[in-house]
């Protein structure tokens, strides 16, 4: 019995991970209402090397006429001066973005309550298709999540940066497999621990 239990358990973890991989490798560039960036460490308004490879991947999917408007999600930590979301938008408009064409969401310290954060504001104005712009192996996940939203969903990862190093292809899949899991279990954020960067 607990032997037939674990190898069920092995084949479902196995075929979440293969998803998850499949996810991170497809780009979806059709034109939806809105490009949602995913927030990642910022430090002091100046984003991380694995956010600011977001941003320029959005800015990319903005200026193929993807969307009209850009929304950066990411609230900040005890003592940060500004949050992921604000840095972010901050980040494309001295890249050229026009101001009007960035929303920041600066709330939530996890992918499920920034996507929350998210979606009231689209829905607040009447936005529902998106791209979602964040790591490879984070996409599988914030899709789901962001189709359980109610957001009409494609997934446009990032293909440069550091998270695109084979390095971190193992442990970025077994955690977003883990996170997967749970969220797909329990129906909130794993909270499985710092990110593998």
Known sequence: MLGGLVLVAAVVAGGLAVRIFQVGHQDQRNTADAIVVLGAAQYNGRPSAVFQARLDHAAQLY?????????????????????????????????????????????????????????????????????LVTDRWHAHRTQVMATDLGLETQVSPVTQGPSTRRSVVLPYVLRETAGTLYYLVVGGPSGAGSPVL
């Open 63 to 131: 200026e193929q006429g993807v969307a009209d408007r850009i929304l950066t999600l990411g609230g900040g930590q005890v003592g940060d001066a500004t949050t992921e979301g604000a840095a972010g938008r901050a980040a494309l408009i001295e890249a050229g973005i026009p101001a009007s064409a960035v929303v920041a969401v600066g709330e939530g310290n996890d992918t499920l309550v920034s996507l929350r954060a998210g979606a009231e504001v689209l829905k607040a104005n009447d936005w529902t298709s998106v791209v």
